[in-house]
């Protein structure tokens, strides 16, 4: 009966605090907030201390920034439809928002839609200072274009017209332009260019300018670094040195009635004009009349 247990403990252990005084803090601060908290599981929002806390913003803010956070993308926030949802005035739920942009809770910037109206853009910011970076922005796997279809082609400048257009002056013009690789092997032009810079050559040939005068000024003074649009710089030679119409010239007037010889008449010896011998136009007039 005297023998020792080993295993009893020398003195009673305390009780851990956390476990077995669960009213612990509501002795330590009596009247103070007890929280029955229960984990949320859905149809919840992370809301930090740093906003529900605030020492500057006011209680009305505060609220407001916490139903703004709980709201889905695209939501309106307006102040007609926080007015409509909540019993302040428009004028304080205004001083709200103002309250909430000034501490980085809110950015609202004006832009103008693709109708052309301006509208309000705002940010909802649960962090302030923070901004979303594409790194923390979900990436969506690029859709490739389809390998038929080629990228856009940049259009081209536009070229003088001429006033006259025909088959040929169009044809002329546009041998001349595919001759141009001969003088420059960087002037290769395809189909399509010289179908758009064809009429601008021929209204420079429309104002007698001679084909050879058009290819100097196209092929003078070109850049010595690689053409990359060699169609579009001859585009903007095209409109830019276009020449002035020729001067007008008025149309030579009709050749005068020739002067034909003197005759003589074969009846009466009386003196007359005429290409050929005969009788003058009184002696031929009774022989004309009708017997």
Excluded at 173 to 190: C, I, K, M
Excluded at 258 to 273: A, E, T, V
Aim: with cysteine; glycine share 6%; proline share 15%.
């Amino acid at each position: 009966m005297d023998t020792e247990n080993p295993s009893a403990p020398p003195h009673a252990q305390s009780r851990i605090p956390g476990k077995n005084h669960p009213h612990r803090d509501r002795q330590a601060h009596p009247g103070g907030v007890i929280h029955d908290n229960a984990r949320h599981t859905s149809h919840f929002t992370v809301i930090g201390n740093h906003l529900t806390q605030h020492r500057e913003l006011s209680l009305l803010a505060i609220g407001l920034a916490c139903h703004i956070q709980s709201l889905p993308t695209g939501a309106a926030i307006d102040i007609k439809s926080l007015t409509a949802r909540f019993p302040e005035g428009p004028t304080r739920i205004a001083a709200a928002l103002r309250e909430l942009e000034a501490h980085g809770y809110l950015r609202r910037t004006r832009e103008r839609a693709p109708g052309g109206r301006i509208v309000t853009r705002t940010v909802s910011c649960n962090l302030p200072g923070h901004r979303t970076t594409a790194a923390d922005t979900p990436s969506r796997p690029t859709r490739r274009a389809a390998p038929d279809k080629p990228p856009p082609r940049k259009l081209l400048p536009a070229v003088p017209q001429p006033a006259h257009p025909s088959p040929t002056l169009i044809r002329a013009a546009t041998d001349l332009l595919a001759g141009l690789r001969r003088t420059d092997p960087r002037l290769l032009l395809s189909a399509t260019d010289a179908e758009h810079l064809a009429p601008g050559v021929a209204a420079w040939l429309e104002r007698d300018v001679t084909p050879a005068a058009v290819r100097h000024a196209l092929v003078t003074n070109l850049p010595q670094d690689p053409l990359h649009r060699p169609a579009a710089l001859l585009a903007h030679r095209l409109a830019a040195q276009l020449p002035p119409p020729p001067p007008f010239r008025a149309p030579d007037p009709p050749p005068p009635d020739p002067r034909h010889p003197i005759q003589n008449c074969d009846g009466c010896d009386r003196g007359f004009r005429s290409p050929t011998p005969g009788h003058c136009r009184d002696c031929r007039a009774p022989s004309a009349a009708p017997l």
